[in-house]
């Protein structure tokens, strides 16, 4: 099997590299790529560094065909929100062209794509399905949703087998990036691991979706498997939890209590801190499968820090 | 006021420069803009004929600025079906060209959009409302509603002042004009002013929504203006009423009577004949009318033919 993954060199992209990798199977052809490359390339992998939102590097990349690509690669919400062109360029414009060659070269390719619960916007206290009307308030969110909905055309008119999956925060990322509003979802694991006091900018009680790198990984593999015609997005199960009992969880498994004190960010906590019940049972009864609790979350959590 | 109309030479288009005609306020500096145009163009309206898919027209185009824009232009949705290039380029990079440009230029241009219901999708059974969720199943509504959730986040960011309108089919369409599914809804009054006899696709009781070019002009003068606060995408509302009803309006109103049969078009019934409820409340509070029963709408339709 001919795989591609784009954004191989970023945090979701490294974990799915080495799942693929454990996974040893040569007869796969597996090609990366990323602006660089951080991280050893396997040997049996094949790594193409460029930048998809340059026409030449697409025709390049996808000449040769393949038959599944994850497209991962996307810029964070909050970098995309200040840099309206590069956003543009690699949010909306990289996807629409990457998919539009996929397809010219072969309409059977399943295209798994790294969408967000961004498309969503505000929720109020709604329990989110299927049918949760979407109305992101970053551009972030309404670059992901542009590309949900011309993917699923594709799928539609059998120009391409495509999945876009609806990913909330995946923890922990590392401390290095930047650009994700959600990062305190992250930092509460490298200061609880370091037994670093942790400022939450957001209060104790703020809910939010929980889903390690682990079950992100696995999701993008099990999505690959489905067949095109059983629908085109996929809201995951994630984990619900509040920030507390994460925080508890964390310290839980680490064995250590640092002070952590909580903020009233009301931005922060509008956006990723007040998130409703999810009903996920129509992606569940499809194998999806959430962190089971918010132990399991921690250690898994931990295991990529 | 600088006012540009796209598409002004189109059925919609005619209707909308000739009201800005009858409006005759010499402070306004209309400009048109259309692949060509067949009709003469009002001597204090400047029109530049051009292709909106072509970057430099468009640098051109917009260079002086605009206070109003009335964005119409469109490649209508059986022929975008068939040729996706040309839909993608019409009604997907045009529009999100020309807001783009506008916005550089001045981040309080008003933009109104001429979107479609064919942003829906299948409707089934259930109410319209502002929460209606949306599953394209035409390439055009796809571009449509990526179009609409770009706009909004261009508003919602301060980049322009947006504001798209989901018109229903609108009759009656010149016969000359192709491409449209819903062409059936303009063919039966053409027939019945001519006395000819009428083979209409679907079934009798089919439950379509229809609006008059009249009372699509209104409409986009309406949204025109409006303030940008108050919400950026609007489902006007329409007159729901049964294929059966409207012949019977037409004949009443033109004073003949040939003969009528239907046909059971399953698709196009399912598309354009099967249209639920719709709350249009949220649009009527805000100013927004439909053409008042069967009989204005049949002698609307009439004036334009």
């Keep these: 099997m001919r795989i591609l993954v784009t954004g191989a060199d970023g945090f979701l992209g490294r974990g799915l590299v080495n799942a693929l990798a454990a996974r040893n199977n040569r007869a796969d052809k597996i090609t990366l790529t990323d602006l660089g490359r951080s991280e050893t390339c396997p040997d049996f992998m094949d790594f193409k560094p ?17 038959d599944l690509v994850f497209h991962l690669a996307s810029i964070p919400g909050s970098r995309a929100e200040q840099d309206q062109a590069l956003g543009h360029r690699v949010n909306l414009m990289a996807p629409l062209s990457l998919a539009d060659r996929l397809a010219a070269g072969n309409a059977g390719t399943r295209f798994v794509f790294a969408s967000s619960i961004a498309v969503y916007g505000d929720l109020a206290s709604r329990t989110v399905n299927p049918d949760t009307p979407c109305h992101p308030q970053l551009t972030y969110g309404a670059h992901k949703l542009m590309t949900e909905i011309m993917l699923s055309d594709m799928t539609r008119r059998g120009a391409l087998s495509t999945i876009s999956i609806r990913f909330p925060g995946i923890v922990a990322r590392p401390q290095s990036e930047s650009g994700h509003g959600s990062a305190f979802m992250s930092q509460l694991f490298h200061r609880i691991r370091a037994n670093e006091p942790f400022e939450c900018p957001v209060p104790a009680e703020s809910t939010c979706w929980w889903m390690s790198r682990d079950a992100a990984v696995g999701t993008l593999l099990h999505a690959a498997g489905l067949a095109a015609t059983e629908g085109c997005i996929i809201q995951p199960p994630a984990l619900r939890a509040t920030v507390a009992e994460v925080v508890e969880a964390a310290m839980r498994v680490a064995g250590r209590r640092p002070l952590v004190s909580y903020g009233r960010n009301d931005a922060l906590q509008r956006i990723f801190g007040s998130m409703p019940h999810l009903d996920a049972s129509q992606a569940f009864s499809r194998g999806f499968r959430a962190d089971a609790n918010v132990d399991t979350l921690a250690q898994a959590a931990f295991s990529g820090v």
Tied chains: 1, 2.
């Excluded at 939102?53 to 390049?60: A, K, M, N, T």
């Design 50 to 66: 460029g930048d998809l939102g340059d026409p030449s590097f697409l025709d390049e990349l996808t000449q040769s065909g393949f």
